[in-house]
């Protein structure tokens, strides 16, 4: 074992020797490869086609029990240079989505998570529709079928699906940097489980508004209202980005969150939760 080890290494140590030799002439073309990530991209054909969706954060709750994290991330699947999307441009605006928010209890020792969102979704939006007003730079209609469940058997597991659409409008001055965001989101159910969250309707609604108002390297201040028939739900969240405050050196935001809400996490769809949450995002 020794020796096939041995063996190995001055294989590699020949390789090495042997490109070096091939590239001498070469050098200047290093320079296009100063991080690994330069090299690793050229294999990662379809890298471009990841970006965010929802926002990325972590928080911890003024009541630690109801602390919170989510990832959130879309992919393009159709090669918009390809013969499918040529003929059929609209195909371009297909995404895949995965978005997971998990609450968990940093009062406990081990810090378990108390509940997990798996949320896949698949969605089509449009460009930007030429019907809009001359005043509104953005005016978009979303559609999509998204899954959610915990992840749990038994007793515990929660599962549902929504087929919605979203309409937005967006207001935004170059001159100033200012934005708005109003969009209205509506659903129905669709295979909602009938043994582990038959009345979820009741608590999680039908409808829900959403507004973002901000400046583009400043404060942003979104809020989301839904309404069902035990009651309505808020959630309000606020950041900053933290680059203004440590001369351009930190690409994270500082982020506060206000939830008051029914049916926050699906394993406790019936309660309300009411938290107070403060912590860093990487996109909001």
Same mark, same amino acid.
């Given at each position: 074992?020794?020796? =096939?080890?041995?063996?190995?290494?001055?294989?590699? !140590?020949?390789?090495?020797?042997?490109?070096?030799?091939?590239?001498?002439?070469?050098e200047p073309a290093q320079?296009?490869?100063?991080?690994?990530?330069?090299?690793? $991209?050229?294999?990662?054909?379809?890298?471009?086609?990841?970006?965010?969706?929802?926002? +990325?954060?972590?928080?911890?709750?003024? /009541?630690?029990?109801?602390?919170?994290?989510? +990832?959130?991330?879309?992919?393009?699947?159709?090669?918009?240079?390809?013969?499918?999307?040529?003929?059929?441009?609209?195909?371009?605006?297909?995404?895949?989505?995965?978005?997971?928010?998990?609450?968990?209890?940093?009062?406990?020792?081990?810090?378990?998570?108390?509940?997990?969102?798996?949320?896949?979704?698949?969605?089509?939006?449009?460009?930007?529709?030429?019907?809009?007003?001359?005043?509104?730079? !953005?005016?978009? +209609?979303?559609?999509?079928?998204?899954?959610?469940?915990?992840?749990?058997?038994? *007793?515990?597991?929660?599962?549902?699906?929504?087929?919605?659409?979203?309409?937005?409008?967006i207001f935004?001055?170059?001159? $100033?940097?200012?934005?708005?965001?109003?969009?209205?989101? #509506? @659903?129905?159910?669709?295979? /909602?489980?009938?043994?582990?969250?038959?009345?979820?309707?009741?608590?999680?609604?039908?409808?829900?508004?959403?507004?973002?108002?901000?400046? *583009?390297?400043? =404060?942003?201040? !979104? #809020?989301?209202?839904? @309404?069902?028939?035990?009651?309505?739900?808020?959630?309000?969240?606020?950041?900053?980005?933290?680059?203004?405050?440590?001369?351009?050196?930190?690409?994270?935001?500082?982020?506060?969150?206000?939830? /008051?809400?029914?049916?926050?996490?699906?394993?406790?769809?019936?309660?309300?939760?009411?938290?107070?949450?403060?912590?860093? #995002?990487?996109?909001?």
């Amino acid at each position: 074992m020794f020796k =096939i080890f041995w063996m190995f290494v001055v294989l590699c !140590g020949l390789l090495s020797a042997s490109f070096a030799l091939a590239d001498e002439d070469l050098e200047p073309a290093q320079e296009k490869y100063l991080q690994y990530d330069d090299l690793f $991209s050229l294999y990662q054909t379809h890298a471009d086609n990841f970006s965010a969706y929802q926002p +990325i954060y972590g928080l911890i709750g003024t /009541n630690p029990e109801k602390s919170s994290f989510q +990832i959130s991330f879309k992919y393009r699947p159709l090669n918009p240079q390809g013969s499918w999307v040529q003929a059929r441009p609209w195909l371009q605006r297909v995404f895949l989505a995965y978005t997971q928010t998990t609450f968990y209890d940093l009062k406990e020792a081990s810090t378990p998570f108390e509940d997990t969102s798996y949320k896949p979704e698949i969605f089509f939006i449009t460009e930007n529709l030429d019907s809009r007003p001359q005043s509104m730079q !953005g005016f978009f +209609i979303k559609t999509g079928l998204q899954h959610e469940s915990n992840g749990r058997g038994g *007793d515990m597991s929660r599962s549902t699906n929504f087929l919605y659409v979203r309409p937005m409008t967006i207001f935004y001055s170059e001159d $100033s940097g200012l934005g708005l965001m109003l969009a209205a989101r #509506a @659903w129905t159910y669709v295979n /909602n489980s009938r043994d582990h969250n038959p009345d979820l309707h009741r608590y999680r609604g039908y409808f829900e508004l959403e507004t973002k108002l901000g400046k *583009d390297d400043f =404060i942003v201040v !979104g #809020a989301k209202l839904r @309404w069902a028939s035990q009651g309505a739900s808020v959630q309000v969240d606020a950041t900053y980005p933290l680059h203004r405050l440590v001369s351009g050196n930190l690409d994270l935001f500082f982020h506060v969150q206000y939830v /008051n809400a029914l049916a926050e996490n699906l394993l406790d769809y019936q309660s309300r939760t009411e938290s107070l949450r403060l912590g860093l #995002a990487l996109v909001r």
